[in-house]
T-cell receptor, first 113, second 116 residues
C-alpha cells in the first residue's frame, strides 16, 4: 500500500529566504507526482506535475524534483514571499492503486514579512 | 486543464439534514472523484464516479451516507445525508486530465460544511 509522508509538517521562514519542502513515498511504481497548494478553507491549486519519466519541473520560482528510485520529491521555493503562505501537499498516482491520488499530510508554510 | 465549478462554497447545516454538493466541469471527463478533508487532516477519497454506472466507494464510506449522481460526462453531485457534527469537513471534487494528455488532477474550489 502506497504511503506518502511530508516533512516538515510546518515551517516558518522570513521573507526572501529560499526553502525546500520534502515528500517521500513508499512504492516507487508511480505514474506521476503532483504538488498542490491549499489556502485555508479552500480547494487545491495544482503547482507542478512530474511524470514518472521526468526528473524535475519548473514554474517561475518553483522547482520540483523527483527521484523515483529513492521514493523522494522536493519542492524548492526561491525568494519566498508572504503570499506563498499556504499548505503544500504532494500526491502520487501509483500503478497498484488504480490511478487514485494518494496524498501526504501537507506542509504548512508561513512566510513572515 | 479542466475548470471545475463547485457549489456551494460553504454551508452551515442542522444535524439530521442533508446537503447536496454540485460539480460542473467545462469538458467531458470519464471519471470524477469526491474527497473529504476533515479539520487539520489531508484529503481522503470518498468515491469515484463514472458516468452510466454506480460510484465506487472507498473503505469506510457507504452509498446510503454519501449518495453520488453522475448523469452525464460534465456533472456530478455528492449528497451528505443525515448529517452529524462529525461530517463537518471540506468536500472537494476532482477530475484527471488523462483524456486531454495532461496527466495531472484538477480540483474544485471546495465546499466547507459545518454541521451544528
Amino acid at each position: 500500500k502506497q504511503e506518502v509522508t511530508q516533512i516538515p509538517a510546518a515551517l516558518s521562514v522570513p521573507e526572501g529566504e529560499n526553502l525546500v519542502l520534502n515528500c517521500s513515498f513508499t512504492d516507487s511504481a508511480i505514474y506521476n507526482l503532483q504538488w498542490f497548494r491549499q489556502d485555508p478553507g479552500k480547494g487545491l491549486t495544482s503547482l507542478l506535475l512530474i511524470q514518472s519519466s521526468q526528473r524535475e519541473q519548473t514554474s517561475g520560482r518553483l522547482n520540483a524534483s523527483l527521484d523515483k528510485s529513492s521514493g523522494r520529491s522536493t519542492l524548492y521555493i526561491a525568494a519566498s514571499q508572504p503570499g506563498d503562505s499556504a499548505t503544500y501537499l504532494c500526491a502520487v498516482t501509483s500503478d497498484n492503486q488504480g490511478g487514485k491520488l494518494i496524498f501526504g499530510q501537507g506542509t504548512e508554510l508561513s512566510v513572515k514579512p | 486543464s479542466a475548470v471545475i465549478s463547485q457549489k456551494p462554497s460553504r454551508d452551515i447545516c442542522q444535524r439530521g439534514t442533508s446537503l447536496t454538493i454540485q460539480c460542473q466541469v467545462d469538458s467531458q471527463v470519464t471519471m470524477m472523484f469526491w474527497y473529504r478533508q476533515q479539520p487539520g487532516q489531508s484529503l481522503t477519497l470518498i468515491a469515484t464516479a463514472n458516468q452510466g454506472s454506480e460510484a465506487t466507494y472507498e473503505s469506510g464510506f457507504v452509498i446510503d451516507k454519501f449518495p453520488i449522481s453522475r448523469p452525464n460526462l460534465t456533472f456530478s453531485t455528492l449528497t451528505v445525508s443525515n448529517m452529524s457534527p462529525e461530517d463537518s469537513s471540506i468536500y472537494l471534487c476532482s477530475v484527471d486530465g488523462w483524456a486531454s494528455g495532461n496527466y495531472g488532477y484538477t480540483f474544485g474550489s471546495g465546499t466547507r460544511l459545518t454541521v451544528v
